[in-house]
């Protein structure tokens, strides 16, 4: 059933340093197995109106998600921002609507 794995980054402090760049010194939650699918039809039409682009989905086990707002894709190192979560009817999967960061933009 899961496909990949990712690690789920915890709220931290965003501190400014002298220069204006903003510093990101959450950290990240042990290994979590996810299942990553195609972004829907419908996750590509909410986003647009939304403002955003749907990448990727991402199903985890809902114990597993306490809000969150990024993910990392422990294959390949590429970052995530939450955008949308949802949750089956009847099902223990949480499913993270995400969009693709670029490196180093958090």
Known sequence: MWNRSVRLQKKGSRQKDREGFVKESGTYTESIPANFT???RNDEL???QKGYTADQN?????????GE????DESNGALY????TYRKDKSMLMI???ERRAYGAV
């Open 38 to 40: 195609d972004a829907t």
């Open 46 to 48: 909410l986003a647009a």
């Open 58 to 66: 991402v199903e985890i086990m809902e114990c597993n998600y306490h």
């Open 69 to 72: 707002e990024y993910l990392l």
């Open 81 to 84: 921002e939450v955008k949308r």
């Open 96 to 98: 993270l609507t995400c």
